[in-house]
């Protein structure tokens, strides 16, 4: 993919504070669905706090992106989603954004901007309170730029988003949501088209910024594994419903794999320590 990523720095990169201390974004009895089909039914979970991260699991039609599209103010939900304990649901999407960035599965296709032009263009259009607040023409380019260093992608900065990789789509679409100065952070499978090296440097990076910044940020994934190593709290939905949450060790178990998954499966730690999720077989029925 031609993908390099250097050590971020210590600052956020637009060059502002990080916003995110102690923050808590909490969802109680949240419905969701698409016309009148509701797919999460009064989904309740834990408070997620800032600096960690969630991953949320299940399998494929469980719901997970419509969460994050819940989460986002993409869908009309019924329920409460708290922000430090301000009522998300009902504000306009303007508003919830400038908290708020979700990165979706795929970028749109046939969009004829560089890279960079889609970042100055994500910039300048954030809201007041966000990450591109009053910023001239220069300076959003100036904030893109130092963006796409810290990712190890700056060298792309020309080039057409049509023209892009698999892989190099999903770290243009990172870049997309960093660059508004997140506090909640959305990311709906980031992984999905990387290769296993940038599989690794992407959920470290999104850790460390988390980490560093005090962002909520949830994350869907399909590998366990990845999941089991970087986040700090599991959610697991499946038939509409919450199946299960928790730490990753006590949450990934064989009965988990067998229940929502319908595989009989590990769960183990290799010579390094680090969770492992093996699936043996797919269950009869
Ligand atoms: N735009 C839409 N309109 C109507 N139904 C939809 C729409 N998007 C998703 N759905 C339905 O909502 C359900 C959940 O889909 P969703 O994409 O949230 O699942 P997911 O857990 O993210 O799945 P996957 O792992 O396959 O990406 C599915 O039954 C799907 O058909």
Redesign the pocket.
């Known amino acids: 993919m031609g993908v390099q990523q250097r050590p971020l720095a210590g600052t956020w990169p637009l060059g502002a504070q990080a916003t995110g201390a102690g923050l808590q974004l909490e969802i109680a009895g949240l419905t969701l669905g698409?016309?009148r089909?509701t797919?999460l039914r009064e989904v309740s979970l834990a408070p997620l706090a800032g600096g960690h991260i969630t991953a949320l699991l299940?399998?494929?039609?469980?719901?997970?992106?419509?969460?994050l599209?819940g989460l986002a103010g993409l869908l009309p939900a019924r329920g409460s989603v708290k922000l430090n304990g301000q009522e998300m649901i009902g504000r306009s999407l303007e508003a919830r954004a400038r908290h708020i960035t979700y990165m979706p599965?795929s970028l749109p296709q046939g969009v004829a901007l560089t890279v960079m032009e889609a970042l100055v263009g994500a910039l300048k259009a954030s809201p007041p309170g966000a990450g591109g607040m009053a910023v001239s023409g220069r300076q959003a380019a100036e904030q893109a730029l130092a963006l796409l260093e810290q990712l190890g992608i700056a060298h792309l900065a020309l080039v057409g988003l049509d023209r892009l990789s698999g892989g190099q789509r999903q770290m243009a679409g990172l870049a997309q949501a960093l660059v508004r100065k997140p506090e909640v952070l959305l990311l709906?499978?980031p992984t999905s088209a990387l290769d296993l090296r940038y599989q690794l440097q992407v959920m470290r990076l999104v850790q460390q910024l988390t980490r560093e910044k005090g962002l909520v940020t949830v994350v869907?994934l399909?590998d366990l594994g990845l999941a089991a190593r970087f986040a700090d709290h599991i959610v697991v939905?499946g038939e509409g419903t919450l199946r299960a949450e928790g730490e990753p060790e006590r949450t990934l178990t064989p009965g988990l794999l067998a229940e929502v998954y319908g595989v009989s499966g590990r769960v183990e730690r290799c010579s390094l320590g680090h969770l492992q999720v093996m699936a043996d077989a797919p269950l009869a029925g």
Do not use: F
């Open positions: 698409y016309g089909r797919i299940g399998p494929n039609g469980a719901g997970k992106s419509t969460l599209r599965q709906d499978e869907v399909h939905l």
